[in-house]
Structures are given as C-alpha cells and as structure tokens.
C-alpha cells in the first residue's frame, strides 16, 4: 500500500508566475484535500476534491484552483504567485465519511 | 466557526520524563478530533484520533489522549518520552461541514538528556 506522495519536493518561483503542485493519493481513498503551511504556523485548509468535484473551500483566492482526475490524483494551480504564497503545501488523503486524512511530505514553494 | 487553541506554544522536558500538551476546542453538537505530529521537514503524521466511544484514545509511539467533552478538551500525553519525540504536535478538529481540518497553532516538544 503506497501513501500519499506530492511532487516536486521543492520550488522557486517569482513573483507573477504560475505553478502545479502535485499529489497522488493512498490507495484506494477518494478524497484529496490542500493545505497552506505557512512558517511557525498550522495548516489552512484550501479545498477538497471528491469525485473530481471541488467538495469545499477555505479562505483562499480564486487564483487557488484544483483538479482531480479519475485516478483520485490532483493538482493544485496558483496563478499570480505572491510573496506570501511562499509555504509548505501539504496533500492529504481520506475515504469520504470518516474522513481521516493522511498527509504526503509537503511541496515548499519559495517565491522571489 | 471553531476553532482549536493549543495553550502551550513549546514544551521543553527532560528524556524519560511525563509530558502533557494541551488543546482547547470550540464546542460543537458532535466533534472529532486528531493529533498530528510533524519531524522537521516533514509532512504531518496522524497519532491518533477521536471519533466516538471512549474517551481515553491510544496511538501510535506511545502517546495517548482524553477526550473531556465539559471542559471541551482533547490534552495529549506521554508517560516518559524520548529524544526521538522532539517534534511540532499539531491538535485539530474536523469541520461541521465534514471536509477541513481546523488546525491549532502547534506545540514544539524538545526532549533534551
């Protein structure tokens, strides 16, 4: 049974850019959600996905946007890189119901 | 909305020593919660987790927790920890929604010999 696993590990971007994170899912879970780590802080939830369906959404821009795909693999897009977007961006996995999440490594995005 | 407040921002303790960390919650009809650790430049590891039954929950590397609905607590703790404990704990509490987890600030164990 493989985790959950996101790419790329690291990235730096400028302000301005676009970027594509990354994140397969566990085996055999449905479900992926997003979190912001900013440094010295918790996660902040930005969305979920379940069945390819943005299933829920914090405070986030609309320039956060997602997908998932049939596999339950998803991506996460943002437009317009700020420097506050730079954090630890964490994948998680869950079975809809109990909804137990299971966290990858994190993507850290640096933006210059 | 809740909310989860970790009332202890770092806890340093000796090796072999007891260890509590402490987490508040907002109240709710019904609530479930977690423990999350996370090592340096790492993801997040689920603990353990509280969804109904008793409220004295056992994880994983020997910690454990107790869920106080009156006092709207969920307190982590270890009988003597380890070196290899040092880390960022992270409570949270699942959303009424059902989907996000609401995350407290964090608590940074440093086990020291």
């Known amino acids: 049974e493989t985790g959950v696993t996101q790419s790329p590990t690291h990235l730096i971007k400028t302000r301005g850019q676009q970027v594509t994170l990354r994140c397969s899912s566990q085996?055999?879970?449905?479900?992926v959600s997003w979190y912001q780590q900013a440094l010295g802080q918790g996660p902040q939830f930005i969305f979920q996905?379940?069945?390819?369906?943005?299933?829920g959404r914090g405070n986030f821009p609309p320039r956060f946007s997602g997908l998932q795909f049939p596999n339950y693999s998803s991506e996460l897009n943002v437009n317009a890189l700020e420097l506050d977007d730079s954090a630890l961006y964490l994948c998680?996995?869950?079975?809809?119901?109990?909804?137990?999440?299971?966290f990858g490594a994190g993507t850290r995005l640096s933006v210059l | 909305a809740q909310s989860v407040t970790q009332l202890d921002s770092q806890v340093p303790v000796f090796e072999e020593a007891p260890v509590e960390l402490r987490c508040n919650y907002s109240?709710?009809?019904?609530?479930?919660l977690f423990w999350y650790v996370q090592y340096p430049n790492q993801g997040l590891q689920l603990l353990l987790k509280?969804?109904?039954?008793?409220?004295l929950v056992k994880g994983i590397n020997g910690f454990e927790a107790e869920f106080n609905k009156s006092q709207t607590s969920f307190h982590l703790r270890k009988p003597s920890v380890h070196i290899s404990d040092t880390a960022e704990y992270f409570c949270?509490?699942?959303?009424?929604?059902?989907?996000?987890?609401?995350f407290g600030k964090g608590t940074t164990l440093s086990v020291s010999s």
């Open positions: 998680a996995s869950s079975l809809s119901g109990p909804n137990i999440q299971y």
């Open positions: 085996s055999g879970h449905n479900t």
């Open positions: 996905y379940y069945r390819e369906e943005e299933n």
């Open positions: 109240s709710s009809v019904s609530v479930y």
């Open positions: 509280y969804l109904s039954g008793s409220t």
């Open positions: 949270a509490v699942r959303d009424q929604a059902g989907t996000a987890l609401i």
